[in-house]
């Protein structure tokens, strides 16, 4: 709706940006578990979250719609890249009787939003400016990165902690 909106852009555009940016995220899926050993996972995921926060930006002041897909395309591997990275990290960390409930839990506030947010984006959309659901959207992934990193920064996976183990051992 939005580069509807913004850009005139139809279904046929629409269409075609969704094609490639799932086509690319096909690509990114493969290459998350190498990236997050070399950052580290806690590292892999606050860069993922702060880049998709980050691409937000760029992308409504895009004065073309072909620009802002691309953006748009960008944003959506970064993202792809770090939802396999956060499971993992969520999984990794949670005792293994309560994986099932943690699992659940924690994509709760994604699909709360997710029901939320069109009603509320299309009012903003319509009635107050085009931009500013974006503008929140980059305001509360900025806020969730943060709170991820303060929260978890110190507490590394079982993986990294035993390669952490090793390395101290063999110095």
């Known amino acids: 709706y939005w580069f509807y909106r913004r850009y005139g852009a139809g279904p046929v555009e629409v269409g075609a940006l969704y094609t490639m940016i799932n086509l690319a995220a096909m690509v990114v899926n493969l290459s998350s578990a190498r990236i997050a050993a070399r950052l580290g996972l806690v590292r892999a995921i606050v860069i993922s979250r702060a880049l998709q926060a980050i691409l937000i930006i760029p992308m409504v002041i895009m004065p073309f719609?072909?620009?802002?897909?691309?953006?748009?395309?960008?944003?959506?591997?970064v993202q792809r890249l770090g939802l396999p990275l956060r499971q993992s990290y969520v999984m990794g960390v949670v005792p293994q009787?309560?994986?099932?409930?943690?699992?659940?839990?924690?994509?709760?506030?994604?699909?709360?939003?997710?029901?939320?947010?069109?009603?509320?984006?299309?009012?903003?959309?319509?009635?107050?400016?085009?931009?500013?659901?974006?503008?929140?959207?980059?305001?509360?992934?900025?806020i969730n990165t943060l709170l991820f990193?303060?929260?978890?920064?110190?507490?590394?996976?079982p993986e990294e902690q035993k390669r952490d183990e090793k390395a101290d051992v063999g110095a």
Not at 66 to 76: K, N, S
Not at 103 to 127: E, R
Request: proline fraction near 6%; glycine fraction near 8%; aromatic fraction near 14%.
């Open 149 to 157: 990193f303060l929260f978890f920064r110190n507490m590394a996976p």
């Open 65 to 77: 719609f072909w620009l802002a897909g691309f953006v748009y395309l960008l944003r959506m591997m």
């Open 97 to 142: 009787e309560e994986r099932g409930r943690v699992g659940a839990l924690s994509n709760l506030p994604a699909q709360a939003t997710s029901a939320l947010s069109p009603s509320l984006a299309g009012f903003l959309f319509d009635h107050v400016a085009l931009a500013l659901p974006f503008d929140i959207g980059a305001i509360l992934q900025g």
